[in-house]
């Protein structure tokens, strides 16, 4: 104990000789462990993106030698980044994994979704997400969201119960004091599991380098064919860029988050390693989704208003 009498293991303190990347991956393990102990049908949102890399390396290392006990799944908007999807299933074949595919091409050509005018179908993934957990019943959906991302992420807790139609009510908020969770639900209500919340971009980027991690090509820089729209250089695709006076170009970027192509941005870079990735983000000043997501610029609440609706 402290002199004020609170615990003298309080996030960001430890044994002497750990280092903060052991605590941050102590921490995710014991916070993967818990859910899974206390919930009888988890399941890991898999994009193929860096974030849900770093989850899954953690969770294998949570029960390996064992295999994973609990499956992946992954909300194909149909304009994912195609180095993304087959990262995916290189990463899915090579350790054995179980990996269940919802499709918003699927709920739009029934009729359950309509196509927006901007081709964007980034917003339109909380619907299959929602109808995925109700039909195979998953009752804790891991995420790799982290605090550092997004203000309405910073306040949402790392056992978040959502409702019946995977929204979120910030007044709903469990008291999480002492790493103590609360993994009770109500009846429809499901738990999102965040074990990266205290993670940075950085220290996500200081874990892939230590750990080996390997990511899809796209996080490194590499000469792509891009057209500028809002400030961000966008890949064009079947998704409906480039639009009329919009000038295709070929620039050296990569991208330091990934998600439907319609609505992630690339950054002009030259970094081709981890470590040279890390040189950059430590000159950096703006934050991945508030510098490369046009879907976080609709709006000041933008991402609070999708987590209402069911988003990650």
């Known amino acids: 104990m402290t002199a004020g009498g609170a615990p003298a293991d309080g996030p960001g303190t430890g044994p002497p000789g750990l280092s ?6 102590s921490d995710a393990v014991q916070i993967i462990r818990e859910a899974v102990g206390e919930c009888g049908r988890p399941v890991l949102l898999f994009s193929g993106g860096k974030d849900s890399i770093v ?23 149909g304009h994912n980044f195609p180095e993304v999807l087959a990262h995916r299933d290189s990463l899915v074949a090579a350790h054995g994994l179980r990996l269940h595919v919802v499709s918003v091409q699927e709920f739009i050509d029934d009729g359950r979704l309509r196509e927006r005018p901007d081709g964007s179908r980034n917003v339109l993934q909380s619907v299959p997400l929602t109808a995925a957990i109700e039909r195979h019943g998953f009752d804790a959906v891991f995420g790799g ?21 995977g929204g979120w009510d910030p007044g709903r908020q469990r008291p999480e004091l002492w790493r103590l969770y609360n993994a009770r ?21 200081q874990y892939i380098e230590r750990e080996g991690i390997g990511l899809p090509a796209l996080y490194y820089a590499h000469r792509r064919t891009v057209f500028a729209r809002a400030g961000m250089w966008l890949t064009p695709g079947a998704w409906g860029g480039p639009g009329e006076g919009e000038r295709l170009e070929t620039r050296l970027v990569r991208y330091r988050t990934v998600g439907d192509m319609s609505c992630t941005g690339a950054v002009e870079s030259d970094a081709t390693t981890p470590a040279q990735v890390i040189a950059e983000l430590a000159a950096c000043r703006s934050t991945e989704r508030g510098a ?9 609440a933008a991402m609070e208003d999708r987590k209402r609706e069911g988003y990650f």
């Not at 009846?187 to 220290?203: A, I, Q």
């Not at 490369?292 to 000041?300: P, Q």
């Open 20 to 25: 903060q990347l052991d605590l941050l991956e």
């Open 185 to 205: 639900c109500g009846p429809g209500e499901h738990l999102r599991v965040f074990p990266l919340s205290d993670w940075t971009e950085f220290d996500v980027w």
């Open 55 to 77: 989850l899954l390396h953690l969770a294998r290392k949570a029960f390996g030698p064992a295999p994973l006990p609990f499956p992946l799944l992954h909300v194909d908007t």
């Open 145 to 165: 969201a982290r605090r550092d991302e997004d203000r309405a992420r910073a306040k949402e807790r790392v056992f978040s119960v959502r409702d019946g139609s």
């Open 292 to 300: 490369t997501r046009a879907d976080d610029r609709l709006s000041e």
